[in-house]
């Protein structure tokens, strides 16, 4: 029988880690299934009886990483704020190292005063000297990216960590060439010296890995808050009395009391008592479910009016609610990483320099018998292809458009996230919350009998003023808006599933559903073609009556967001498909669908039918996900890109990997706008870093010597690596002027 074991795993950074750890798991016997965590560091395998434990350890040890048992000492957001601390004690060790230097190596250009030991004019060694001094110390804190990118590299598999060690310690090695050279009398290296340059690219990748830290630490908590929606206790009857007992020991078959405002502790069945459920959490559906005897209800949902007696069906792992969390764990650990253009280019670039390197000295060591010219053509070819440009290359762009995307209210989880949205071919959107407002709106009031429809609303606001149900509160805000004064009502009385009775002055009302009516004998006759066509349409009718008549229709209903009609048209202006998944049952979501105009539309669906459909159309298109409540989480994880809206859950928030901050579905054509900006601009950086070292490497080499040309001096082709590193910069910057998308004019459908 196969079972499923989580290891935590110490050391990885990047996704050529995670690849190196599936890839080491999968090696060993008995493993069938190998997944990684990035975020949360863990590795989750399914083994066979084969399976060796010590294997498996041994394995993942041989690249470099630790593998070790689950500390549940901690719990998961606990590991991470810790390290987070760990994280930020090294930026401030850093900065104090590298502010100094900064002062140094650059304060005499600005006119600063420094003392004279170390003043480049007076003591050009002094001055060369305190800079090697003050960066060795930031090298000795970044030592992780020298272990990590070296330790990849000479695994085959060079990543952005080996960019970083290698660029940096070319301009270290290169400010170590120079303080040689000037103790030995050449003083103008005193001129450049890039110690700054590797103190200062650690500090920002140290920067740029605290950010990311922090977005996980965030999706950790917010996870945990998911877990958080079990309740710790129940009330179990025990036969004559009811005991609040820990949920770990309910078991199947137990007898629950489930209290007015109480959370569902597990999934059972009603066996005694009616009430209205609110499975929001699950359906994404703000109206409560009725409920009576043998309706199942779902642990973590909650429970609006009666008071009921349920029989426990499942317990634990079994849940809906804990299926929904591991479902959201493993979704975001079989979510394969992108590989950056810039690694994959890296991973040949950066050999090749390395041999090229080595190739030009020994070369011109046997041809010369010269060290110094030898040694100047090793050190220029590694300074003027040190991948400074190409590392800055995608992160630059990334950092650039998504502060571009903060200003226009759309947060971005990673550059993965830009790349993959430039790529989608299916919008598959949430219906309630997402496209519509996601709470019941009262259309209008419609009189049946000479009563005027101001009365008939005051009326209906008066009755439902005592209830807590999402539609009392819907009448009630539309009488609040008018400003009507609300009447006391006298012989209250509550019918769960049903509606209200009471008494106004000298009159007694009802109001609520068909039931309620047939029940007080009150007659509907042809109004019940006007409520079954409203039912076609998604509305719900309430009756208003009184002890004789029907006198009053109250349709309720969700409404469309502004601009989905919209979104939707511009999309498939775009030739990107669209769909709705909704938790609602499925007259509502045809009317909806045909109003809004989407080309596939599926209703009457739980979380997991959601998660199933999402993988369904992976297999034709790349699907980008919108939604906003804990329903989508699945769905989200499970989309090629999640995209969620701030106005739902803090769940379905931490799923997405993508934030619309003001919940404007609109925002989705700039997402997608933005994201085929960046990707382009990317794709410029990277060719321009790449032909800039295709130019100079060989320049470096000494290719022009042969034809009686000059040898490149090392600090010029510093001062080129520096010039191509700041034209990327400075491309990648053009982001910051992103407007948005420059028109909403729909092309003519005619």
């Given at each position: 029988m196969n079972k499923e074991i989580m290891y935590d795993i110490k050391g990885m950074t990047c996704a050529a880690c995670v690849i190196a750890v599936e890839k080491a798991a999968l090696k060993t016997p008995g493993v069938l299934e190998s997944n990684v965590s990035l975020p949360t560091e863990q590795l989750r395998v399914v083994v066979d009886m084969s399976f060796d434990e010590s294997k498996l350890y041994k394995n993942i040890t041989l690249t470099g990483y630790k593998a070790s048992a689950i500390d549940n000492s901690e719990t998961l957001s606990e590991k991470q704020n810790k390290k987070l601390k760990n994280m930020r004690i090294?930026?401030?060790?850093?900065?104090?190292?590298?502010?100094?230097?900064?002062?140094?190596?650059?304060?005499?250009?600005?006119?600063?005063?420094?003392?004279?030991?170390?003043?480049?004019?007076?003591?050009?060694?002094?001055f060369a000297l305190i800079q090697l001094l003050l960066t060795?110390?930031?090298?000795?804190?970044?030592?992780?990216?020298?272990?990590?990118?070296?330790?990849?590299l000479f695994r085959g598999n060079p990543n952005m960590d080996t960019l970083v060690a290698i660029g940096t310690s070319a301009a270290f090695l290169y400010g170590v060439y120079g303080l040689i050279m000037i103790g030995l009398g050449n003083h103008e290296f005193a001129d450049i010296l890039y110690f700054e340059v590797s103190?200062?690219?650690?500090?920002?990748?140290?920067?740029?890995?605290?950010?990311?830290?922090?977005?996980?630490?965030?999706?950790?908590?917010?996870?945990?808050?998911?877990?958080?929606?079990?309740?710790?206790?129940?009330?179990?009857?025990?036969?004559?009395?009811?005991?609040?007992?820990?949920?770990?020991?309910?078991?199947?078959?137990?007898?629950?009391?489930i209290r007015p405002g109480d959370v569902v502790p597990t999934d059972g069945i009603i066996i005694d008592g009616t009430t209205s459920i609110d499975e929001s959490m699950m359906t994404g559906e703000p109206i409560p479910k009725d409920k009576t005897l043998n309706d199942e209800i779902i642990g973590g949902t909650v429970n609006i009016t009666g008071a009921?007696?349920?029989?426990?069906?499942?317990?634990?792992?079994?849940?809906?609610?804990?299926?929904?969390?591991?479902?959201?764990?493993?979704a975001q650990m079989k979510k394969a990483p992108i590989q950056k253009l810039a690694d994959k280019i890296s991973g040949v670039?950066?050999?090749?320099?390395?041999?090229?390197?080595?190739?030009?000295?020994?070369?011109?060591?046997?041809?010369?018998?010269?060290?110094?010219?030898?040694?100047?053509?090793?050190?220029?070819?590694?300074?003027?292809?040190?991948?400074?440009?190409?590392?800055?290359?995608?992160p630059t762009a990334i950092m650039t458009a998504s502060g571009a995307a903060a200003k226009h209210g759309i947060l971005i989880a990673s550059g993965e996230a830009l790349e993959i949205s430039s790529k989608a071919t299916m919008v598959v959107f949430d219906k309630t919350g997402t496209i519509t407002v996601g709470k019941p709106t009262l259309l209008k009031v419609i009189s049946l009998t000479e009563t005027k429809e101001d009365k008939l609303l005051q009326i209906a606001a008066s009755l439902e003023q005592q209830s807590n149900h999402p539609i009392a509160k819907s009448i009630i805000t539309a009488s609040e808006e008018k400003g009507y004064q609300l009447s006391k009502v006298d012989n209250f009385e509550n019918f769960t599933g049903l509606g209200i009775k009471g008494k106004i002055g000298e009159t007694t009302y009802l109001i609520g559903n068909e039931k309620l009516m047939l029940e007080n004998k009150i007659k509907l006759g042809q109004i019940k073609t006007i409520t079954k066509d409203y039912s076609k349409k998604g509305i719900s009718a309430l009756y208003l009556a009184n002890e004789t008549e029907l006198i009053g229709i109250l349709p309720i209903s969700d409404q469309l967001k502004d601009g989905v009609i919209e979104t939707v048209k511009k999309l498939n202006e775009l030739g990107v498909k669209t769909a709705i998944l909704s938790g609602d049952d499925i007259n509502t979501v045809t009317?909806?669908?045909?109003?809004?105009?989407?080309?596939?539309?599926y209703g009457s669906l739980l979380p997991q039918d959601k998660q199933n459909i999402i993988k369904t159309l992976k297999e034709k298109y790349i699907v980008m996900m919108v939604g906003d409540g804990i329903n989508d989480a699945i769905a989200l994880k499970e989309a090629n890109i999640?995209?969620?809206?701030?106005?739902?859950?803090?769940?379905?928030?931490?799923?997405?990997?993508?934030?619309l901050m003001k919940s404007d579905i609109k925002d989705i054509i700039t997402l997608i706008d933005l994201s085929k900006h960046t990707v382009r601009n990317i794709q410029e950086n990277l060719f321009w870093a790449f032909i800039y070292n295709v130019i100079g490497i060989p320049i470096a080499l000494g290719l022009l010597t042969l034809f009686g040309g000059p040898l490149l001096n090392p600090m010029i082709a510093a001062l080129a690596m520096s010039f191509s590193s700041v034209s990327v910069v400075l491309n990648a910057l053009r982001l910051k002027r992103y407007k948005g998308v420059k028109q909403w004019k729909l092309k003519s459908t005619v």
């Amino acid at each position: 029988m196969n079972k499923e074991i989580m290891y935590d795993i110490k050391g990885m950074t990047c996704a050529a880690c995670v690849i190196a750890v599936e890839k080491a798991a999968l090696k060993t016997p008995g493993v069938l299934e190998s997944n990684v965590s990035l975020p949360t560091e863990q590795l989750r395998v399914v083994v066979d009886m084969s399976f060796d434990e010590s294997k498996l350890y041994k394995n993942i040890t041989l690249t470099g990483y630790k593998a070790s048992a689950i500390d549940n000492s901690e719990t998961l957001s606990e590991k991470q704020n810790k390290k987070l601390k760990n994280m930020r004690i090294k930026i401030v060790l850093a900065l104090l190292f590298m502010i100094p230097l900064l002062y140094v190596s650059m304060g005499h250009m600005i006119g600063l005063i420094l003392p004279s030991m170390v003043d480049p004019m007076a003591n050009p060694f002094g001055f060369a000297l305190i800079q090697l001094l003050l960066t060795v110390p930031v090298m000795v804190i970044g030592y992780k990216y020298y272990v990590n990118g070296f330790k990849n590299l000479f695994r085959g598999n060079p990543n952005m960590d080996t960019l970083v060690a290698i660029g940096t310690s070319a301009a270290f090695l290169y400010g170590v060439y120079g303080l040689i050279m000037i103790g030995l009398g050449n003083h103008e290296f005193a001129d450049i010296l890039y110690f700054e340059v590797s103190a200062t690219i650690l500090v920002l990748v140290m920067i740029g890995k605290y950010m990311e830290q922090l977005s996980t630490t965030k999706t950790t908590s917010e996870l945990e808050k998911l877990m958080d929606l079990k309740p710790k206790t129940a009330l179990l009857f025990t036969g004559d009395t009811y005991v609040e007992t820990p949920l770990e020991q309910i078991k199947i078959n137990d007898e629950l009391m489930i209290r007015p405002g109480d959370v569902v502790p597990t999934d059972g069945i009603i066996i005694d008592g009616t009430t209205s459920i609110d499975e929001s959490m699950m359906t994404g559906e703000p109206i409560p479910k009725d409920k009576t005897l043998n309706d199942e209800i779902i642990g973590g949902t909650v429970n609006i009016t009666g008071a009921i007696l349920m029989k426990v069906t499942h317990v634990g792992d079994d849940t809906v609610l804990s299926s929904i969390i591991k479902r959201v764990s493993e979704a975001q650990m079989k979510k394969a990483p992108i590989q950056k253009l810039a690694d994959k280019i890296s991973g040949v670039f950066v050999p090749i320099v390395l041999v090229l390197a080595l190739l030009g000295f020994i070369v011109w060591m046997i041809a010369t018998r010269d060290f110094d010219f030898s040694m100047n053509i090793l050190v220029s070819v590694l300074v003027i292809a040190c991948p400074c440009a190409l590392g800055l290359a995608t992160p630059t762009a990334i950092m650039t458009a998504s502060g571009a995307a903060a200003k226009h209210g759309i947060l971005i989880a990673s550059g993965e996230a830009l790349e993959i949205s430039s790529k989608a071919t299916m919008v598959v959107f949430d219906k309630t919350g997402t496209i519509t407002v996601g709470k019941p709106t009262l259309l209008k009031v419609i009189s049946l009998t000479e009563t005027k429809e101001d009365k008939l609303l005051q009326i209906a606001a008066s009755l439902e003023q005592q209830s807590n149900h999402p539609i009392a509160k819907s009448i009630i805000t539309a009488s609040e808006e008018k400003g009507y004064q609300l009447s006391k009502v006298d012989n209250f009385e509550n019918f769960t599933g049903l509606g209200i009775k009471g008494k106004i002055g000298e009159t007694t009302y009802l109001i609520g559903n068909e039931k309620l009516m047939l029940e007080n004998k009150i007659k509907l006759g042809q109004i019940k073609t006007i409520t079954k066509d409203y039912s076609k349409k998604g509305i719900s009718a309430l009756y208003l009556a009184n002890e004789t008549e029907l006198i009053g229709i109250l349709p309720i209903s969700d409404q469309l967001k502004d601009g989905v009609i919209e979104t939707v048209k511009k999309l498939n202006e775009l030739g990107v498909k669209t769909a709705i998944l909704s938790g609602d049952d499925i007259n509502t979501v045809t009317y909806i669908a045909n109003e809004v105009g989407v080309d596939e539309f599926y209703g009457s669906l739980l979380p997991q039918d959601k998660q199933n459909i999402i993988k369904t159309l992976k297999e034709k298109y790349i699907v980008m996900m919108v939604g906003d409540g804990i329903n989508d989480a699945i769905a989200l994880k499970e989309a090629n890109i999640g995209v969620s809206l701030s106005s739902g859950t803090d769940v379905a928030m931490s799923a997405g990997d993508v934030v619309l901050m003001k919940s404007d579905i609109k925002d989705i054509i700039t997402l997608i706008d933005l994201s085929k900006h960046t990707v382009r601009n990317i794709q410029e950086n990277l060719f321009w870093a790449f032909i800039y070292n295709v130019i100079g490497i060989p320049i470096a080499l000494g290719l022009l010597t042969l034809f009686g040309g000059p040898l490149l001096n090392p600090m010029i082709a510093a001062l080129a690596m520096s010039f191509s590193s700041v034209s990327v910069v400075l491309n990648a910057l053009r982001l910051k002027r992103y407007k948005g998308v420059k028109q909403w004019k729909l092309k003519s459908t005619v």
